[in-house]
């Protein structure tokens, strides 16, 4: 018997409202104590086209996507007989019985599932037998595989909440698939088995922790568009302030305003922040691309402001509902002229709420834009994760002169290196002193923010903005580093680290290879990223996209004499990296 | 000598307004502006009328676009903020700082080219959420700064020192921003110095977007015939539509008035806008008769100055965010961030 | 005496009336047969700020902007003062007598003249005299450096053409300053004499000469809108086209359309490109920033497309009226998620005209935007140069399927890599055959475009375009190389390459230091930039912007262990690069 | 035997245009839309009315934005080229294949997102340019594509299903383009096949750009109490301002007619549109007049439907670039070529 350690994926269509029985499905794993993981592969439209959910179970607590499925539940005629013929060898297939599946392969143990006459005795309407067969086939799933049913129907009763009519239909559904699987010879060596591994954990997706994150960090100001997959970043915040941040005077701690595009929104973000509002937006790859001319302004005019970009697959519209790591060098290099912003690549959902905060304390500090690089994969899938802490660090307001402040100073030069650090102090617009005011311009200027084309001072300004974001290198979250002295070394940034862990296992079990790891989480790159790669012979460099684009950023950071030890480890195909890809190929280069 | 002392001449203090604050601290750097440009004028009305208001400098926030319409915040109001964006996106900028610190009294200077050539999506959107700011347009129907090309209010048959005739349509933005829910609406010229300082005076006063369209001729590019935004032009075509004059008062007036009469308008902010119906059927509370009054005067070939729409019961996109008195911007920590028992209960539902 | 080798500088406000005076000083020294060039430095205004006009005159034909000024001509009260402090020990200064500039310093030969009384017995008119004022200069230079007066008013004929009463005003003017330069006592030790360096050669700015090239390119879309310094390229076309491209029915064989902004005019040129017409749009940096998203969709759509980037100073609004090279990484990189687009550098105005051609080539011969990156100084100064070759090689229109083909094929694949260079065959809209038609898009596709969200086609389609656009590395113009086996190398691009080919002539005779050249004149890079690497033990690169963008993007796309040999060397004040500040860098990093 | 042959049926043979094509020649690939959306109704009417006119499929280019809306180019017409661009900014992309081609027979899918939110700046200056283009936004108050935010057409008090609410006016897109000098206006509903099938005719025969916004509810995320976008909200509202009927005629029929009586509109293409005045005091050829109109029907909280604008004698944008008649993207190099001679002589003037 293979124990907590399979993956099972329902094919099906979107719009079916297969989506609540996957939950259910995971919740009660969850419930087990089992380390779980969902993936959503779903189509660019609304409803009717092929989706595809995985779920893994992991005794060792692997989360990455498993390449290899285990258990199909086939409910799609569309994709059944493509969706059989890519399993392996030994796969189980739970199929509606009409499909008559059982007859393509001989290599695969078939479990056909009468799905209609299983809920008749449910419900005779149409609308809700469409429905219910997706509970059934988590009635069958938990007999198969020995999950215990009262976790099904706790689940149940979770995902339905109040709706009781609702819940017990669904409960209804999968008792009926239970029994009716009793009928059902097991043939497979897949179970379950309770676990103790996810005591006080919680389960959530990166979007609504990134939300969390933001509220918890005071943002104020969010001006945003409708984007896949960033939406529902967004669309959490506005749930949570609702909620959360309107105080006794039944008064709005924070302002969130859907513009009228991407421009508009961090224009907006960037006008709000040079006001000093705490602001941010969301978007993903057409809606940094469209940003483009703003980003420039705000770095020259040094505004903060928060970019979150959940990352999905371009270039232009690309495949909007895949994941990919593709923007690192746009966010990184964003606008024309000489430009380079600091960038935040989240790794978790605990990381989505932490980097939240640290983007806008960045943000303030430093006066320019920050972006957090999330993606697909963590932005809209739910991870298992211990409970995110409270904030104990005061919110960084960065360098602003009070009207008392100018009292005492007379005066200010906005542009000058009081400090050394390349960070000039502002005011804000407001600001009661005849000397607080500025005038901010994405046109040349002299330290007193005064209009100038002279060569000296637009080289000693450039130079200082250069001098500033380079400061950000310790600022910024630093890497996570796992080096145990190896000759061969992974670098890898953001979702990828999952794979990456898994595949170091798998290198080390089945290869006797070590390889260190160092997951780099900010640009411009902290120190120990040219430390780790310096002590490594080989350090592999793992890209979700086509052009190494991390390899690329380090090309252009890391002193030279070191690149020829960065090997491109780039794949993109919309898919969750897995581990078995990059430990294969890893082999094939070390061998 | 005590005489001579007596009847030494005193020097004559410079005139002040309610805040003690001279002419002078509202005044801007030095213009780069040509000499003549519209613009100027428009600088001058402008910091006259918040000096005039008793409006304090530092309650004052300054936006522009990209062109030489767009320098001019520079040249006026120095102890106020100022952000010079870029071309044609200065409403998104006013209206984040707006969200920041709703007690700003924001100012928008954009051109023609900036706000109805590249910049008119923004404009569109800036009109539908009626931000309380006022926007001026100095309108010349030319690119000034980039050397003369035309922009979208050029008029059909006008003609650049090229030789170049402009055949598409001009975009009328008052007429625009009347279609578009806007809810304060003139129009007037720079060189009329008793008129735009009235309308500026009411426009601030307005509580909402006020759009100030301001024909304001480009000496240097569409100062000459064919062109309807050139002096020659303006001095034969200007046709102003009612005087106007701001009687500082706090008692509520009616605004129900009979043709021939006067009709006051009340401000928000207690003053009186008065309008003189020169017109015999114009109200300017009633948008479909503005629209019908601008197509008129578009067909004879006329330039219709005045408050052209009036509406002082819209609430502002400030209204509907129900925010707190105090700036977002300068929220302390305590009511920004929530307790720890908020973390928890919200962890819990994740449970 | 110093014969045919100064520079002389012309400090005044911009709307003044200089301009007409700097080019007949320029015209006249041309006609001499000496070899001049002209560079204008001028505000970001229209009338009344500082404007700095350089002419150089140089018996060995260097035409960069030469550091020292060694003849000032001072009439703007604002900057006289700091102007002569600029100036080096021995310089000679003209200037309007009332500023009393003798005085402040003793190491400099000083000329007063009194330029409104010169010009007094020519008018008394105010704003003429403001005017001939300017001539007056032009004058009084003749005479202290000898220039032939027979060929200043020449000069004036021509550049005052049909209108009499202005052209003999000015000669008046420029007699007068010829004259009253009699009783000044010469003390500098510059002078001209006749050459014949010029036979054949033409004066044109690199606006200009882009212009005519895209027009015997047989460009028929243009859309644009405005931006500094790119307008007068799409004005001349404009002008060159009404002479040249309407036929002799009175119709306009071009349509040029001013846009409402620089995402409309790009995409304009792209739906044009798409549907056949050779087309190209001008702009500068903020532009290029506003088109990221529409040059992402070209670039995965397939669709030909040319962006001229005349490059200013940036980031963001910068100065819009100096000269860099800052958007070197932006245009080759445009776009978020995995771009890479094919760029030509034009290094002289000669290549303004034949790269006009070449990108309109290249676009629809790989099917994809080509950025073409011209700076301020190529593009709005003017430069003498051998007249352009008529073009002998026919348009090549790229792989257009039709009607007839199409019935003889029966159908096709749009995507399809049929020919192994990754570039599939397309049609127009409007070709007459039922099989014609194909649905384009910026969402995934497979070979006959349909919509596709598979892995594979996804991997599959973004491979060819890799391989697609690293064709254009043979197919792009090829570097200039000069190398004569020595140890260091220089590479640049563009415009950088007058101060690097002066600068390595001044290394030979002052260090007897001997450097070979690389002039980079498209991306991505032909494989004579790796050997040419690979050859020199240090390689400088020069870069007119702050992080050594060439040098960026020879990082990404060099073998690792060639990286060691860069050095980067970058510049960015806004002036056009000159050769003494190379030189004195390198012989410093060299000794 | 023979008998048997004879009484044999025959199949019946398609119906088929006067090009020869069955209506399956104008069908696209099969839609992914949700069922009952109403773009995909809208798509139907659109190639039953190229069918009808006789339109080649293949002189037919289809350009969209993004969105579900934009999707619908590849449900219909499968035979024509089709180019699925960006968000917004579907115009610019038309406007240069046009340029390219004069001879294309250009439609336009938009959406209320896609057209009025992120793409209102490239629709206004569409509308002013008057290309030739039929321009059809799928208007349905929402983002449906990215599930249902509130679009810039969505009406005040509507409610999303998360119970948010708009207090934003509406951007009524007829009004604006009406305002902004377009050629053909007119409304009707994805619904109403009778009403949107003669409209849309009416449009492909107008020479210049004809916007038609089709309200089309979106069932998945509009379709519900408070839309005005909502079937239901339809029924009830749905005030169709006049019959249509294409004649089709090449004999020129005067447009003078009297109140209650119809009057015959002459398309470029010899085609006549038949407007029935139902309305006393309607002409579609007045501007103030539909803007009047469409202002009074909001006050009503009405849907005015039918084509409220034509003005058939206005230069399209290419009648003003004086294009030959052969595209430009096909003429050959001898004639896009100035000959050697032409440059001799200019770069004569540069000696
Ligand atoms: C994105 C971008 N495109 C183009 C430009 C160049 N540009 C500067 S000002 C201007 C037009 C200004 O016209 P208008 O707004 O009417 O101002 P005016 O100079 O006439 O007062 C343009 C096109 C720019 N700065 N930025
Ligand atoms: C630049 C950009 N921003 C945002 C999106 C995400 N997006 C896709 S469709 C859409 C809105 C579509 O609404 P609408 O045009 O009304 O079409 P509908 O789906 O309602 O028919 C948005 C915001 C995008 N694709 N590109
Ligand atoms: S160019 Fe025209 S608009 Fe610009 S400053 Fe001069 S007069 Fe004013
Ligand atoms: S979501 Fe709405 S607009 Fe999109 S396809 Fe479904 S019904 Fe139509
Ligand atoms: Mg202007
Ligand atoms: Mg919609």
Same mark, same amino acid.
């Given at each position: 018997m293979v124990v907590n350690d399979f993956s099972i994926q329902v094919a099906t269509v979107n719009g079916s409202g297969s989506q609540s029985a996957n939950s259910v499905l995971l919740r009660a794993l969850f419930q087990m104590g089992i380390p779980v993981s969902g993936k959503n592969l779903f189509p660019s439209n609304i409803a009717g086209l092929p989706t595809w959910y995985t779920i893994r179970a992991s005794r060792e607590g692997w989360v990455a996507r498993k390449k290899e499925i285990d258990l199909l539940v086939a409910m799609n005629p569309e994709t059944a007989r493509e969706d059989v013929a890519g399993l392996g060898a030994g796969s189980a297939v739970i199929y509606d019985e009409p499909l008559a599946l059982s007859s393509i392969r001989d290599d695969l143990t078939f479990y056909p599932v009468p799905f209609d006459a299983v809920v008749r005795p449910v419900t005779t309407d149409a609308k809700l037998t469409k429905l219910l067969r997706n509970m059934a086939y988590?009635?069958?799933? +938990?007999?198969?595989?020995?999950?215990?049913?009262?976790?099904?129907?706790? +689940?149940?009763q979770k995902q339905f909440g109040g709706k009781k009519k609702a819940a017990d239909l669904n409960v209804a559904a999968a008792r009926a698939g239970h029994e009716h699987a009793a009928s059902l010879a097991k043939k497979d060596r897949l179970r379950v088995e309770r676990m103790d591994a996810n005591r006080g954990k919680i389960v959530i997706d990166g979007n609504s922790a990134a939300a969390l994150g933001a509220m918890f960090a005071g943002v104020t100001v969010v001006a945003w568009y409708p984007i896949t997959p960033s939406s529902s970043l967004t669309e959490s915040l506005i749930a949570a302030c609702r909620k959360h941040r309107i105080g006794p005077d039944g008064r709005a701690t924070f302002a969130i305003v859907q513009a009228e595009d991407e421009l508009a929104a961090l224009g907006m973000v960037i006008g709000a922040g040079w006001a000093g509002a705490r602001a941010m937006t969301a978007t993903s790859g057409p809606g940094i691309s469209l940003m483009a001319e703003f980003a420039g302004l705000a770095y020259f005019a040094e505004i903060p402001a928060v970019v979150w970009d959940v990352q999905r697959v371009g270039p232009?519209?690309?495949?909007?509902?895949?994941?990919?790591q593709g923007d690192l060098l746009s966010a990184a290099t964003l606008s024309h002229g000489d430009t380079k912003h600091v960038v935040l690549i989240p790794g978790s959902v605990e990381e989505c709420f932490t980097m939240a905060g640290d983007a806008l304390d960045l943000a303030e500090r430093f006066q320019t834009p920050v972006f957090v690089l999330s993606d697909l994969d963590l932005g809209m899938n739910v991870w298992m994760s211990d409970p995110f802490p409270y904030p104990e660090k005061p919110l960084d307001r960065g360098k602003v002169l009070s009207k008392e402040e100018l009292e005492r100073l007379g005066s200010f030069a906005r542009y000058a290196d009081v400090d050394g650090d390349g960070i000039g102090w502002r005011t804000l617009p407001g600001t009661d002193h005849p000397a607080a005011a500025y005038f901010t311009r994405g046109t040349g200027h002299n330290e007193t923010a005064a209009y100038s084309e002279r060569a000296d001072d637009w080289e000693r300004n450039m130079a200082r903005l250069a001098r500033k974001i380079d400061g950000a290198r310790a600022a910024a979250p630093q890497p996570e580093i796992d080096a145990r002295g190896a000759e061969v070394g992974i670098l890898s940034c953001g979702t990828s680290r999952y794979a990456v862990e898994e595949s170091r296992a798998q290198l080390r079990q089945e290869k006797g290879l070590e390889a260190d790891h160092l997951r780099v989480r900010a640009f411009p790159f902290a120190d120990s990223v040219r430390d780790f790669v310096a002590s490594h012979r080989r350090v592999y460099v793992v890209d979700q996209n086509r052009d190494g684009q991390l390899g690329q950023l380090l090309r252009l950071e890391l002193p030279a004499d070191l690149l020829p030890r960065l090997r491109p480890l780039a794949r993109m195909t919309g898919l969750p990296l897995d581990a078995r890809s990059l430990t294969d190929e890893i082999t094939a280069r070390e061998s | 000598m005590a005489d001579a002392a007596q009847t030494a001449p005193r020097p004559a203090a410079p005139r002040t307004n309610r805040l003690g604050l001279a002419l002078v601290d509202y005044r801007g750097a030095k213009t780069t502006l040509c000499a003549g440009c519209g613009h100027n004028a428009i600088s001058e009305r402008l910091l006259e009328a918040m000096f005039d208001m008793d409006i304090p400098p530092e309650r004052v926030a300054k936006f522009s676009g990209i062109g030489c319409s767009s320098k001019s915040p520079a040249y006026f109001m120095s102890r106020s903020h100022a952000f010079n964006a870029v071309h044609g996106r200065m409403p998104a900028v006013a209206t984040g700082a707006a969200l920041a610190n709703g007690s700003l009294r924001i100012v928008g200077v954009s051109g023609d080219g900036d706000s109805a050539s590249i910049g008119i999506g923004q404009f569109v959107h800036l009109?539908?959420?009626?931000?309380?700011?006022?926007?001026?347009?100095?309108?010349?129907?030319?690119?000034?700064?980039?050397?003369?090309?035309?922009?979208?209010?050029?008029?059909?048959?006008?003609?650049?020192?090229?030789?170049?005739?402009?055949?598409?349509?001009?975009?009328?933005?008052?007429?625009?921003?009347?279609?578009?829910?806007?809810?304060?609406?003139?129009?007037?010229?720079?060189?009329?110095?008793?008129?735009?300082?009235?309308?500026?005076?009411?426009?601030?006063?307005?509580?909402?977007?006020?759009?100030?369209?301001?024909?304001?001729?480009?000496?240097?590019?569409?100062?000459?015939?064919?062109?309807?935004?050139?002096?020659?032009?303006?001095?034969?075509?200007?046709?102003?539509?009612?005087?106007?004059?701001?009687?500082?008062?706090?008692?509520?007036?009616?605004?129900?008035?009979?043709?021939?009469?006067?009709v006051d308008v009340k401000m928000h902010d207690g003053s009186t806008l008065r309008l003189r119906k020169l017109d015999e059927t114009y109200d300017p509370r009633d948008r479909v008769r503005a629209l019908t009054r601008i197509a008129e005067a578009h067909g004879k070939g006329e330039v219709l100055t005045g408050v052209l729409y009036v509406n002082t019961g819209a609430p502002t996109f400030l209204d509907l965010l129900h925010l707190p008195a105090e700036p977002l911007a300068t929220l302390p920590q305590v009511r920004v961030r929530p307790p720890r028992e908020a973390l928890q209960k919200i962890l819990d539902e994740y449970r």
């Open positions: 988590v009635g069958v799933l +938990a007999r198969l595989l020995a999950i215990d049913m009262s976790e099904v129907e706790r +689940a149940i232009s519209t690309g495949l909007p509902t895949r994941t990919a | 009109m539908r959420r009626n931000l309380p700011m006022v926007y001026v347009i100095e309108d010349n129907g030319v690119y000034g700064l980039t050397k003369g090309q035309f922009s979208a209010t050029a008029d059909v048959g006008s003609t650049l020192k090229t030789g170049v005739v402009n055949e598409l349509p001009p975009i009328d933005t008052c007429a625009l921003a009347i279609q578009l829910g806007a809810t304060f609406v003139g129009r007037s010229f720079s060189g009329d110095k008793k008129q735009l300082s009235a309308m500026l005076k009411a426009a601030v006063a307005h509580k909402g977007t006020s759009l100030l369209d301001v024909v304001s001729p480009c000496v240097t590019f569409n100062d000459h015939e064919g062109s309807t935004k050139s002096y020659a032009y303006m001095k034969d075509h200007d046709e102003p539509l009612h005087e106007i004059s701001l009687v500082p008062s706090y008692s509520d007036i009616s605004v129900e008035y009979a043709p021939g009469t006067t």
